[in-house]
Protein backbone atom coordinates (compact mmCIF):
# COMPACT_ATOMS: atom_id res chain seq x y z
CA UNK A 1 0.00 0.00 0.00
CA UNK A 2 1.46 3.59 -0.78
CA UNK A 3 -0.19 6.34 0.92
CA UNK A 4 -1.43 8.90 -1.71
CA UNK A 5 -0.27 12.15 -1.90
CA UNK A 6 -3.78 13.52 -1.23
CA UNK A 7 -3.14 11.50 1.89
CA UNK A 8 0.09 12.76 3.03
CA UNK A 9 -1.02 16.63 2.63
CA UNK A 10 -4.49 16.23 4.26
CA UNK A 11 -2.72 15.08 7.12
CA UNK A 12 -0.03 17.96 7.17
CA UNK A 13 -3.11 20.09 6.58
CA UNK A 14 -5.04 18.85 9.37
CA UNK A 15 -1.68 19.13 11.89
CA UNK A 16 -0.91 22.88 10.39
CA UNK A 17 -4.78 23.58 11.58
CA UNK A 18 -4.54 22.28 15.01
CA UNK A 19 -0.74 23.81 15.40
CA UNK A 20 -1.88 27.49 14.64
CA UNK A 21 -5.35 27.64 15.72
CA UNK A 22 -5.97 30.54 17.95
CA UNK A 23 -10.20 29.97 18.15
CA UNK A 24 -10.02 31.77 15.07
CA UNK A 25 -10.37 29.56 11.65
CA UNK A 26 -7.80 29.26 9.70
CA UNK A 27 -7.44 30.57 6.21
CA UNK A 28 -6.54 27.53 3.73
CA UNK A 29 -4.19 30.17 1.89
CA UNK A 30 -2.29 30.26 4.73
CA UNK A 31 -2.09 26.22 5.51
CA UNK A 32 -1.26 25.98 1.36
CA UNK A 33 1.83 28.98 2.07
CA UNK A 34 3.11 26.80 5.28
CA UNK A 35 2.54 23.52 3.62
CA UNK A 36 3.82 24.37 0.35
CA UNK A 37 0.67 23.05 -1.78
CA UNK A 38 -1.18 23.85 -4.34
CA UNK A 39 -4.19 26.02 -3.37
CA UNK A 40 -6.39 24.69 -5.43
CA UNK A 41 -5.41 21.23 -4.51
CA UNK A 42 -5.33 21.74 -0.94
CA UNK A 43 -9.01 22.71 -1.12
CA UNK A 44 -9.52 19.56 -3.05
CA UNK A 45 -8.24 17.77 -0.48
CA UNK A 46 -10.37 19.56 2.35
CA UNK A 47 -13.36 19.51 0.80
CA UNK A 48 -12.80 15.51 1.18
CA UNK A 49 -12.19 15.88 5.00
CA UNK A 50 -15.66 18.22 5.32
CA UNK A 51 -17.22 15.55 3.76
CA UNK A 52 -15.88 12.80 5.88
CA UNK A 53 -16.59 15.17 9.23
CA UNK A 54 -13.39 16.27 10.64
CA UNK A 55 -13.19 19.42 9.86
CA UNK A 56 -16.13 22.80 9.03
CA UNK A 57 -15.68 25.73 7.18
CA UNK A 58 -16.66 28.67 8.15
CA UNK A 59 -17.33 31.57 5.72
CA UNK A 60 -17.20 35.12 5.43
CA UNK A 61 -14.58 37.24 6.28
CA UNK A 62 -12.59 35.51 9.00
CA UNK A 63 -13.82 32.36 7.14
CA UNK A 64 -11.44 29.57 6.96
CA UNK A 65 -11.17 25.88 8.29
CA UNK A 66 -11.27 24.12 12.11
CA UNK A 67 -11.55 20.50 13.20
CA UNK A 68 -14.79 19.11 13.67
CA UNK A 69 -13.30 16.41 16.18
CA UNK A 70 -10.86 17.38 19.07
CA UNK A 71 -7.31 16.26 18.15
CA UNK A 72 -7.30 14.28 20.62
CA UNK A 73 -10.15 12.21 19.29
CA UNK A 74 -9.19 11.90 15.78
CA UNK A 75 -6.76 9.04 14.38
CA UNK A 76 -4.31 9.05 11.84
CA UNK A 77 -6.17 5.75 10.67
CA UNK A 78 -9.73 8.38 10.43
CA UNK A 79 -7.87 10.93 8.43
CA UNK A 80 -6.24 8.19 5.91
CA UNK A 81 -9.16 6.14 5.14
CA UNK A 82 -11.19 9.47 4.70
CA UNK A 83 -8.90 10.38 2.09
CA UNK A 84 -7.55 6.99 0.81
CA UNK A 85 -10.62 4.50 1.40
CA UNK A 86 -10.19 1.62 3.22
CA UNK A 87 -6.37 0.71 3.90
CA UNK A 88 -6.04 -2.74 2.63
CA UNK A 89 -2.23 -3.71 1.16
CA UNK A 90 -3.56 -6.46 -1.25
CA UNK A 91 -6.92 -7.17 -2.24
CA UNK A 92 -7.48 -10.59 -0.67
CA UNK A 93 -7.66 -9.03 2.69
CA UNK A 94 -11.04 -7.46 1.87
CA UNK A 95 -12.35 -9.71 -0.89
CA UNK A 96 -12.28 -13.29 -1.14
CA UNK A 97 -13.21 -13.08 -4.75
CA UNK A 98 -9.91 -11.43 -5.64
CA UNK A 99 -7.89 -15.02 -5.71
CA UNK A 100 -9.06 -18.37 -5.53
CA UNK A 101 -6.34 -19.36 -3.52
CA UNK A 102 -8.10 -17.34 -0.80
CA UNK A 103 -9.66 -20.05 1.58
CA UNK A 104 -5.69 -22.19 1.40
CA UNK A 105 -3.38 -19.13 0.49
CA UNK A 106 -0.16 -19.47 2.85
CA UNK A 107 0.69 -15.97 2.05
CA UNK A 108 -2.48 -14.54 2.83
CA UNK A 109 -2.00 -14.85 6.83
CA UNK A 110 1.38 -12.42 6.22
CA UNK A 111 -0.49 -9.92 4.45
CA UNK A 112 -3.36 -9.72 7.30
CA UNK A 113 -0.96 -9.71 10.00
CA UNK A 114 0.91 -6.95 7.77
CA UNK A 115 -2.18 -5.02 7.17
CA UNK A 116 -2.84 -5.39 10.70
CA UNK A 117 -0.11 -3.83 12.30
CA UNK A 118 -0.75 -0.45 9.68
CA UNK A 119 -4.15 -0.42 10.42
CA UNK A 120 -3.02 -0.73 14.82
CA UNK A 121 -0.05 1.51 13.88
CA UNK A 122 -2.39 3.97 12.34
CA UNK A 123 -5.20 3.72 14.99
CA UNK A 124 -2.82 4.42 17.70
CA UNK A 125 -1.39 7.60 16.59
CA UNK A 126 -4.04 10.97 17.12
CA UNK A 127 -3.40 14.15 15.34
CA UNK A 128 -3.28 15.62 18.87
CA UNK A 129 0.48 13.57 19.25
CA UNK A 130 1.34 14.96 15.92
CA UNK A 131 0.58 18.87 16.93
CA UNK A 132 2.37 18.23 19.84
CA UNK A 133 5.37 17.20 17.42
CA UNK A 134 4.84 20.14 15.29
CA UNK A 135 4.85 22.52 18.23
CA UNK A 136 8.29 20.68 19.69
CA UNK A 137 9.51 20.87 16.09
CA UNK A 138 8.79 24.85 15.62
CA UNK A 139 10.47 25.60 19.17
CA UNK A 140 13.62 24.05 18.18
CA UNK A 141 13.22 25.74 14.81
CA UNK A 142 12.80 29.15 17.07
CA UNK A 143 15.77 28.35 19.67
CA UNK A 144 18.36 27.64 17.08
CA UNK A 145 17.04 30.47 14.47
CA UNK A 146 16.29 28.31 12.19
Known sequence: MKLSTRTRYGVRALIDIGSHF???PILIKDIAKRQEISKIYLEQIMLDLKNAGIVRSVQGTKGGFV???EPSLLTIKEVVESLQG???IVGC?????FCHRWPNCPARELWVNVNNAIINTLD??????MIIKE????EVFTIYGI
Open 22 to 24: DGQ
Open 67 to 69: LEK
Open 86 to 88: RIS
Open 93 to 97: ITSKT
Open 124 to 129: SITLEQ
Open 135 to 138: RKIE
